[in-house]
Structures are given as C-alpha cells and as structure tokens.
C-alpha cells in the first residue's frame, strides 16, 4: 500500500525494453515519499488506539517497514545506473533516512 507505486514502476520496467528516465524515477520516488508522509501517521495512531502495546505494535510493523525498505532498495538499483546529476535530482532517500523515516512518522 505504502509503497505500491515503486512497485507497479519496478514491474513495469522489467517488461519495459528501454530504461527509465531520471523524469519517472523523481516522479515515482516523490509519489512514494510524499504517500509515506501522508498515511504513516494515520496507520501508526490506528494501530495504537486498538492494539495500544508498544511492543505489539512494532512486531506488527516490522513487515511493513521491511517491504517499503526492501522497494526503495530495489528502486534505488535502477537508480544507481544513472548519471551522478540525475540521481542527485531524483533524490532517493537512503535505507537510513527511510529507517528515521518510518521510526518517526
């Protein structure tokens, strides 16, 4: 859910003969970014209102944040076949910045 954009854009690039833009990968990576800053904090209260066990919660996060760590990995292999200035546009957070990311949203 959280990531799905990344992953509709990585299965269209394996059935995809040419590589991708630096134009779709900034678009994509924003489209993700901006939807993990949007619905996070929502699905973390929902999760604290019903479960309200810290320790609970983060088992139950855990998968989520593996996949959504696990797409911008991905993701980030395409990326880094690009020149240097594209990728510095397309802005791709790090595993780390995803890992604060997803601890504090």
Same mark, same amino acid.
Do not use: W
């Given at each position: 859910?959280?990531?799905? !954009?990344?992953?509709?854009?990585?299965?269209?690039?394996? %059935?995809?003969? %040419?590589?991708? %833009?630096?134009? /779709?990968?900034?678009? =994509? =990576?924003?489209?993700?970014? /901006?939807? &993990?800053?949007? $619905?996070? !904090?929502? #699905? $973390?209260?929902?999760?604290?209102?019903?479960?309200?066990?810290?320790?609970?919660?983060?088992?139950?996060?855990? !998968?989520?944040?593996?996949?959504?760590?696990?797409?911008?990995?991905?993701?980030?292999? =395409? &990326?880094?076949?690009?020149?240097?200035?594209?990728?510095? &546009? #397309?802005?791709? !957070?790090?595993?780390? /910045?995803? %890992?604060?990311?997803?601890?504090?949203?």
């Amino acid at each position: 859910m959280l990531s799905s !954009p990344i992953h509709a854009f990585l299965a269209t690039i394996e %059935t995809s003969a %040419t590589p991708p %833009t630096m134009e /779709q990968c900034r678009n =994509v =990576v924003s489209e993700t970014t /901006q939807r &993990i800053s949007s $619905k996070l !904090p929502g #699905i $973390k209260k929902t999760m604290n209102l019903y479960l309200a066990n810290p320790d609970t919660e983060a088992i139950l996060f855990r !998968p989520i944040r593996g996949q959504i760590l696990n797409q911008f990995c991905n993701l980030r292999k =395409v &990326i880094d076949k690009m020149e240097e200035e594209d990728k510095f &546009i #397309i802005n791709c !957070p790090s595993p780390e /910045q995803l %890992t604060m990311t997803l601890a504090y949203n």
